[in-house]
């Protein structure tokens, strides 16, 4: 069973799908992580935004794996877990053009439905219910308004010892949304047939539950 999950950043889907994950027992497969690896390794390699043919290289050579552990899911790049690196603000600032790269993206889609072969998943990311799994057995679109979600990405921050301001992530997520829907291929958008979830007033444990309903109307 497939369950997609589309959004846009800070909209929770990262947090609501790994509770829903450890209630139901699927496998959360986090495509955004993907991207995420493409960009630090760019960085790590010193390679600059405009050699999109050397990204392209490491789209196609680097080896990503999801390693389920007891509690969470930690990403492995080339064989280290670089759970934490993927989350910095450098790799942050770049992913969403790293994202943008066409050959990247059909890379990753491949790395993506490979993850996910023969698993329960619930998978989340931007075009997951468009192209990733056009025939997922549940679609969900998860949305929130831009200052709501910038916040929860501050907070997020803050948890987690990055040094930034609410201005920076509010900066960032607009940056993203505008690249993320203005792709050209796999931009973010509403598959027709996903269910809105608008989080804005919502609180996670709302949200979870109302995509939990969701999944057992579906089963
Ligand atoms: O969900 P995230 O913030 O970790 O995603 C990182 C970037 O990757 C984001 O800017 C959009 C891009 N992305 C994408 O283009 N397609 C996906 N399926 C998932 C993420």
Do not use: W
Request: with cysteine.
């Amino acid at each position: 069973m497939i369950i997609a999950v589309d959004g846009p950043a800070g909209s929770g889907k990262g947090t609501v799908t790994k509770r829903i994950e450890k209630e139901i027992g699927f496998f959360n497969l986090d495509t955004g992580a993907t991207y995420r690896c493409v960009a630090l390794e760019t960085l790590r390699k010193g390679i600059t935004l405009d050699d999109t043919e050397k990204i392209i290289e490491i789209a196609n050579n680097i080896d990503i794996k999801i390693e389920k552990t007891e509690n969470k899911e930690i990403i492995l790049l080339n064989n280290e877990d670089v759970s934490k690196e993927i989350r910095t603000k450098e790799v942050t600032a770049i992913v969403s053009q790293i994202s943008s790269i066409i050959l990247v993206r059909e890379k990753m889609v491949e790395v993506q439905r490979k993850l996910a072969k023969g698993k329960n998943v619930i998978v989340e990311g931007r075009d997951i219910g468009t192209v990733v799994f056009p025939n997922a057995d549940i679609k969900i679109y998860l949305d929130a308004s831009e200052e709501v979600r910038a916040k929860r990405r501050y907070e997020e921050n803050i948890e987690n010892g990055i040094d930034t301001t609410y201005e920076e992530v509010l900066e960032n997520v607009r940056m993203r949304d505008y690249n993320d829907m203005h792709k050209k291929v796999g931009a973010l958008k509403k598959a027709e047939d996903a269910i809105v979830i608008d989080s804005t007033d919502l609180k996670i444990e709302e949200v979870v539950e109302k995509i939990k309903d969701t999944i057992s109307q579906n089963r």
